[in-house]
């Protein structure tokens, strides 16, 4: 019975594998296309953007540091791959203030024409468990990571609808389809951005614009750094379990617009570890229980 259920659920996933190219939309043409990516100073969101910028797009960063911005614009510059190209930077924080947004995205617009994909790569993690984090900390990551994809989407999607062309994606996480020790304000945030997704697709699809979520595992970049200085033991005991993959890896994958299947196979895996995870939590549990024993005996 066991075999004949994964037997199903192999062939149900090369199924969807097969069929995907046929209901899936055309890619978007980047070359002269106009690419916000927000959060695009460091980590996958700068990946992105020079992925976008060595095939011919037109590029907003969007992040908080203008100093890392003005960085990551001349490291970007490099993969031009003609004399018009251009890196526009504004500095703002998306989660913040809507009108303000609203007014950088107009800004962008203005000078680089409207925007034909938007990258929503700007959030942060948190990690702890459940009792110790303070309530602002949700609050915070509930600003960042769901507001500060919000009002982005929010400020181009008109254009979009008006242009009948366009395209939205959200960064997630593996986190934002599986809940895990330790992220309770971070997972949850996460998960927000998946109702977002899929509602909003409802909505705009019948003006041929796409919306896509990425949810990219483990990567190599300064926020999964300091996500590890928070960790529980028992996160970093599941962190381990699983490779930590390279940001250039993960934008191509986003660019490419593969994520649909791809992260439909990361989900199917992800149910996989559920077990490991749960027995490692487990263990912790009764080794911490036997240590608050130990030191109340001695």
Known sequence: MLLLAAAFLVAFVLLLYMVSPLISPKPLALPGAHVVVTGGSSGIGKCIAIECYKQGAFIT????????????????EKHSINDKQVVLCISVDVSQDYSQVENVIKQAQEKLGPVDMLVNCAGMSLAGKFEDLEVSTFERLMSVNYLGSVYPSRAVITTMKERRVGRIVFVSSQAGQLGLFGFTAYSSSKFAIRGLAEALQMEVKPYNVYVTVAYPPDTDTPGFAEENKTKPLETRLISETTSVCKPEQVAKQIVKDAIVVTM????????????????IV???????????????TA
């Open 282 to 296: 487990r263990r912790c549990m009764v080794q911490r229980a036997k240590s608050e024993i130990a030191d109340k």
């Open 264 to 279: 439909g196979l990361f989900r199917t895996i992800a149910l996989f570890y559920l077990g490991s995870f749960d027995s």
């Open 61 to 76: 960063l969007v992040a908080r540091n203008e100093d890392k911005l003005l960085q990551a614009k001349k490291e970007i």
